[in-house]
């Protein structure tokens, strides 16, 4: 991601990419694409973000989900290439989500494959 812009990349590959300055300017390596798990989702989710008019894209804060104490252990993490979940380090990757957006941690809470307490869980 340069200057806002986001890149999307699978096995070294551009799969898409959409400028956060330009409105409607999403490129998509379709063959790629269609090889990755999710990616209509994923389709679905760019091409809304490129529609999205430029002040709305505002900076959303974030939080950690802290599942146990655990020291630096206990936090969840998504794969998102394969949607599953993970309870370990902060640490986050290209394809290791750690960080929630509060409408992600709501998403998250109606997910049936994740049991948790959320009334349990602490957002840092």
């Known amino acids: ?3 806002g812009d986001l890149t999307v990349t699978y096995k070294n590959m551009l799969v898409a990419w959409f400028k956060n300055n330009k409105i409607y300017l999403f490129y998509n ?3 790629c694409l269609k090889k990755m798990q999710f990616c209509n989702n994923l389709y679905a989710t760019l091409a809304e973000l490129a ?3 430029l002040d709305k894209r505002l900076k959303e804060n974030k939080h950690y989900a802290k599942i146990y104490d655990g020291g630096h252990l206990g936090y969840l993490k998504i794969n998102i290439l394969t949607g599953k979940m993970m309870v370990v380090s902060v640490r986050e990757t290209n394809f290791i989500k750690t960080k929630f ?12 494959d994740i049991p948790l307490d959320w009334d349990k869980v602490r957002f840092e």
């Open 51 to 53: 529609m999205t008019t």
């Open 29 to 31: 390596n379709k063959n």
């Open 1 to 3: 991601m340069k200057n």
């Open 101 to 112: 957006t509060d409408k992600e941690i709501e998403q998250l809470k109606q997910r049936d």
